[in-house]
């Protein structure tokens, strides 16, 4: 496992891809926080009633960035031909995506830890009155929106090893993610808009979102095992 590590790693900070999508998840994040936050300004830091939400508005466009970063970690090795070196070194197919999992899931960590707080910053020099940042509430939103930008990255590294395809695993991701609010919007019956808003991946709470991502790299665990690279 260790070895897998190494070689995960040493993949995702040689290629210029990955650092570029988690810097562009971190200025997402903060951009759309921050506009957010401008725009629902008023008298009071209260405003909308969730200060703390508004400033943490952005990860719903941060996601998108990390969302391609985890299908690039293992659908870009399926594009290039890569997959069939990296089986080759390391035969244990669970090894290998196990080890993209933990290499993801550390430097999504990062860049949303980061992202999360530049977003905190920003409503806190925005909105009128100070922003409660170490109350239980804000640091139970900080922890969740950094979790959330975790298990959007692994469920999109699941649905990448399932389709062997970069292309095709992004626009289903990225579908996953906007469809499901997109519609809860556009449908008229309330009873189908609380459904969708229940189901999709990045509308309902952590505890879905967790499970779309279990399910998804269960999936890529069970296929990788029984077919060829």
Do not use: N
């Not at 897998?4 to 650092?19: D, F, Q």
């Not at 810097?23 to 909308?48: D, E, K, M, R």
């Not at 400033?55 to 090795?77: D, K, M, R, T, Y």
């Amino acid at each position: 496992m260790t070895s897998a590590l190494h070689a995960e790693w040493t993949k995702l900070r040689t290629v210029p891809a990955p650092l570029w999508l988690l810097l562009g998840a971190i200025a997402a994040t903060v951009a759309l926080s921050a506009a957010v936050t401008a725009v629902a300004t008023c008298a009071s830091a209260v405003c909308g009633g969730d200060p703390v939400g508004l400033s943490l508005a952005g990860v719903q466009l941060g996601q998108a960035p990390v969302a391609v970063l985890g299908v690039l970690v293992i659908g870009g090795e399926y594009g290039t031909g890569m997959i069939t070196t990296t089986l080759a070194a390391t035969p244990h197919r669970s090894t290998v995506l196990a080890a993209k999992a933990v290499t993801l899931t550390g430097a999504v960590t990062v860049a949303g830890t980061v992202a999360v707080l530049g977003s905190l910053l920003a409503g806190r020099l925005i909105l009128p009155e100070p922003l409660p940042l170490a109350d239980g509430p804000a640091l139970r939103a900080a922890a969740g929106s950094i979790v959330h930008l975790v298990l959007i990255a692994l469920l999109s590294l699941g649905v990448a090893a399932v389709l062997r395809d970069a292309a095709t695993g992004t626009g289903t991701v990225l579908g996953l993610l906007y469809v499901f609010p997109l519609l809860a919007q556009v449908i008229g019956d309330p009873q189908w808009q609380r459904l969708l808003q229940r189901i999709g991946p990045a509308s309902a709470g952590l505890g879905v979102t967790a499970g779309w991502a279990a399910a998804a790299l269960v999936a890529a665990a069970l296929l990788l095992r029984i077919r060829d690279a």
